[in-house]
């Protein structure tokens, strides 16, 4: 429509006669739906009245917030994420509604969906659990989570993507692209530096700027810029001085400025403090503030929030301007315009049968062969298996904070072995009992009256007649293992569990540990066992995805999105001389070294690296070919890799490409991860990888200069099949 709408028009063209339009003063907003957004925005801007448009800035309940009944501009509804739709909850409380229409498919956690390292199944993933979303008419997502991981006793590094920042920037663009095609937005979380739960509303985080911009932004960048996400959701912690929901410098001068963020910054559930730098700086929608005990006693605790009407007095009495009122709320309305007012939405759909499929084959993708002496897995069908472990029964989508779902089924590991063995159980050990969050219940009875010497010995005496025995293991979702709002203790297993492993081990030497854990855990018992996998929080079809691994339907390619450190004090933040859990002023003394950034530097040898994962078959790489050897800063160079399957079944395999900064003026890592492809191999076939490289995978944060910039010199590439083991490498020079 050619017609240009200035704010004061608000006219409405009348179907049929779009040369003669027709002055509507309220009436619902649906001029000229063809109208570039940007427009409708503006027009219906310009109808709003200055309560509406503050009303629209906060929450009305305790997920959704107002939008403009008179102008039929609907409600904004918001769910947790990132794994799963959450169920609903009353309208003033966390407390589940108790709904019977809620129910969800669970997908594996954030962790293990990063050690699939494939880019495809985000996509898979993003595009499944939108559908998810909408099906249930919300409009934005609550996820994904990018926080990078720093220690691994952080509580909620189960719902991240690991420790290297150009991975979970691979992985993050295409999951927020697939929720988005739903017109569901993606609220990428938590913007930013959330790297501890213990006193997250408190930590007052500093750290150099090489830091901040080299490991703990890209991968919000990406989702904003490559990703193109709709929304942000702020951090409750504090950057230098200020909480990151009136942070300036976080949300105005680096996402809105640099990054030109267009999106809405929404707050984390209560991580709004105050009103005039939060009008300035900070959020444009705030969620779940605490209103000094308000919630109860006023008519309605919203209109106390410090974005209503705070803002309003201060609207009226001149002390905020209107200018600064629109920008936020042309924000918000942006947010409403490509999802809740999206023209021509499909329609979703509720745990389907695909979405079990992706959810079975993310999870198999994604776990991690950690050892395999001797070739002990693949089990073999049918065999006298022994399952020992509350893990392998104990339902892991109930609880860890706001990621707690409800589900429509869970397949337990004990389930999904049972489908494929003749399987025995034994309890092991007792965890947690528990299996209750904010009124979703398991249902599971666990509890158990024998002491932990009787569980052991049952254990024992049952392996030691088994073919084999799955210990089925790790965290869970309770406080202190993996869960939100209380980081871990320690790294060690909870529950007693290494001295029943190393028990198992020693009654029958074809032990299997399988892990379900978010994090990473120290294993005493390492060179006694021979199998150890990673599988992860894996959702609602959990025991298929690790009887899929188990029984070798799948050939397992997952790959640590993290590093297994042998002790706490190896792993960087802890040998930085960090004290944890942090309260107030905390600085990031290991800067950009984190992961196996630091191992690396410090020549520790990790229990497991970053990249690690092995398989069924064997890979042997060739040499390295060059297309050139330099290239100037404009230029590309094509690095290529022959990639054999040596082994006797198809399997797939993650070639990373490391890059090291031979000469610079600045310390940089020994080497950094710089691209990866996953290539899937028939026995016997040999595919070529290549990689290129511009000046960007050559680049480090020169913090005096504000700027991105790579230094003439010596480049040293490295290709391998995980940090710790690189196959072959090449040399160039930039000029
Ligand atoms: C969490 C967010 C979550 C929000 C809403 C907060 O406590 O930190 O990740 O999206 O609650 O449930």
Known sequence: MAMALSAAAALLLCAGCSQRPRRVADGPVYLDRQAPTEERIEDALSRMTLEEKVAVLHAQSKFSSAGVPRLGIPELWCTDGPHGIRPEVLWDEWEQAGWTSDSCVAFPALTCLAASWDPDLALLYGQSIGEEALYRGKDVLLG?????????????????????????????????????QNGVAACVKHFALNNEETHRHTIDVDLDDRALYEIYLPAFKAAVQEGGAWSIMSSYNLYRGTHVGNNERLLDDILRGEWGFDGAVISDWGGVHETEGTVLHGVDLEFGTWTDGLTMGATNAYDNYYLANPYLEGLRSGKYTVEGLDAKVRRVLRLIFRTAMRENKGFGALNSEAHYAAARRIGAEGIVLLKNENGLLPL??????????????????????????????????????????????????????????????????????????????????????????????????????????ADRLDLALPYGQDALISALAAANPRTVVALVSGNAVSMPWVDKVPAILQCWFLGSEAGHSIADVLFGDVNP?????????????????????????????????????????WYDKQGIEPLFALGHGLSYTSFEYGPARLDRTSMTEGGRIRVSVPVTNTGSVPGKETVQLYIADRESSLPRPVKELKDFAKVSLEPAQTKTVTFEISADKLRFYDPAAGAWTAEPGEFELLIGSASDDIRTRAAFTLK
């Open 144 to 180: 994904p989570g990018v926080n990078i991981y720093r220690t691994p006793l952080g509580g909620r590094n189960f719902e991240y993507m690991g420790e290297d920042p150009y991975l979970a920037s691979r992985i993050v663009v295409p999951y927020v692209q697939g929720v988005q």
């Open 380 to 485: 073999r069908k049918g065999s006298r298996v022994l399952v020992v472990g509350e893990n392998a029964v104990k339902m892991m989508t109930v609880g860890g904070g706001s990621s707690s779902l409800k589900v429509q089924h869970e397949i337990s590991p004990l389930a999904g072995i049972a489908e494929q063995a003749q399987v025995t159980y034994a309890r092991g050990y007792v965890g947690d009992v528990g299996g209750e969050y904010n009124g979703v219940s398991s249902g599971q009875d666990l509890s158990e009256s024998r002491n932990p010497a009787q569980l052991t010995a049952e254990a024992v005496s049952l392996a030691r007649e088994a073919d084999y025995v799955v210990f089925v293991g790790g965290l869970n979702k309770s406080d202190h293992q993996d869960c939100e709002g």
């Open 557 to 597: 390619s997952g790959k640590l999105p993290f590093t297994f450190p042998r002790a706490l004090c190896d792993s960087p933040a802890h040998q930085a001389g960090m004290t944890f859990p942090n309260e107030g002023p905390t600085t990031y003394e290991e800067g950009i070294f984190v992961g196996y950034r």
